[in-house]
């Protein structure tokens, strides 16, 4: 049975918004940040998910974080750039969403009340099952993190977490992508 509350490898795709090199040195717990969204892209290319990465103005912002950028030339990534807040105001991006036609899609990047916010808001407005991974997401400020998550589970996102999304996805423990699953989970410890 189908349900929009539990992710399904073949309906799902994660959107990696602005992981910026020259945004993550003012992110509170970056350190978490970053490894929990290598962790998510690494799942990503273990369940062979399509990925979207956004880049907010790369010029000024940087490129995304280099260990991150190394773990997405292991997937089937494209990358935009984008002038707009949400990743749906970018013409691009919303031709690829439409491209790719997954109605599941997990959140991870930065910053959670601005970007990322924005674009959870757009995607569940447009029936998107959005499922938003609080440990692969912040921001500058506690309050202003705490406040993006609880707005975005009043839209109607699920908040969650890389491990519980990876554990979702596979679904079994004899499935045969669990051992590999797992191995992947123990190499990037609790942050």
């Not at 978490?32 to 892209?41: D, G, N, Q, T, Y």
């Not at 974080?65 to 691009?92: D, N, Q, V, W």
């Not at 690829?96 to 990047?109: F, S, T, V």
């Amino acid at each position: 049975m189908l349900r929009p509350d539990t992710l399904e490898p073949d309906r799902a795709m994660l959107l990696l918004i602005d992981a910026q090199e020259k945004l993550l040195p003012m992110i509170l717990d970056r350190q978490r940040v970053v490894a929990s969204s290598r962790l998510m892209v690494e799942g990503a290319a273990l369940f062979d998910l399509p990925v979207l990465v956004t880049e907010q103005y790369p010029k000024g912002l940087g490129r995304t974080e280099a260990s991150i950028l190394a773990a997405l030339a292991k997937t089937r990534c494209s990358l935009h750039e984008k002038p707009t807040f949400s990743a749906c105001g970018c013409e691009p991006i919303r031709e690829e969403l439409n491209r790719l036609d997954k109605p599941q899609i997990i959140l991870a990047g930065i910053e959670a009340h601005v970007c990322v916010q924005q674009t959870a808001l757009d995607l569940c407005v447009q029936d998107y099952d959005v499922f938003v991974c609080a440990d692969a997401v912040g921001s500058r400020g506690t309050r202003s993190y705490d406040m993006a998550l609880q707005r975005m589970r009043q839209a109607g996102a699920r908040v969650t977490t890389v491990e519980s999304v990876l554990f979702e996805l596979c679904h079994r423990c004899d499935a045969p992508k669990f051992k590999a699953m797992l191995e992947l989970i123990k190499a990037f410890p609790p942050v």
